[in-house]
């Protein structure tokens, strides 16, 4: 009919409209994650279960546009060792690791986009000291309190054990420095 044409071509612009408004209210969100500290994101995410929502919908789209998702390359890093190595996941999202390896995985974000997630700040995770063998921050290094949440890593792992972390390259001022501070946290850089 007549009316068809504009209509559609109404509800595509609104569609791209919010498409756009999505996009932005998803880099404000993520801006904030990274400028504020654990604490402040539980509260920001506790307050607005919006926001959360927003946010993981604007992650998913991000990521999916790269030529790689790291949680991949941790989860084919996880299937070659043995399935006996039990696994931390710190700001774990929608649990990609723990559905699809074997092991024992312990997966923490704020808020439970699956029931496989404890829910609580990664700066405090209720964990004994020295009991996993391999933990990851997957695109979730991201408060403002790096250090009080990689000591946090440190205290749960075994001796000996594997921290892995996963950032887009534009985070770092400097992976030198980065690598001297995670020296001076007790970790030593085993591979780059
Ligand atoms: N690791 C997942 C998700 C990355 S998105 C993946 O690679 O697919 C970053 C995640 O970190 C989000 O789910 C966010 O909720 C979580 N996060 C951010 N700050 C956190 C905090 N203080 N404690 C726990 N999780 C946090």
Redesign the pocket.
Known sequence: SREAAPAGRSAALRARMEERLLGARFRYINQQ?YTST?RE??RL?QSDPEA?EI??RG?AQQ?ERWPEN??HRIIRYLRRRPASLVVA??????C?IASSVKNKVHS????P?SPLVTV????KVPLAAESVDVAVF???L??TNLQEILEEANRVLKQGGILMVAEVASRFEDIRAFVNSMAQLGFKSVSK
């Open positions: 994650l654990s994101a539980a995410f959360f946010y993981h992650f990521v790291p949680v996941d710190f700001g774990c999202g929608d990609k923490f974000d704020l808020v986009l609580c700040d990664m700066a997957c695109l979730a991201m408060g």
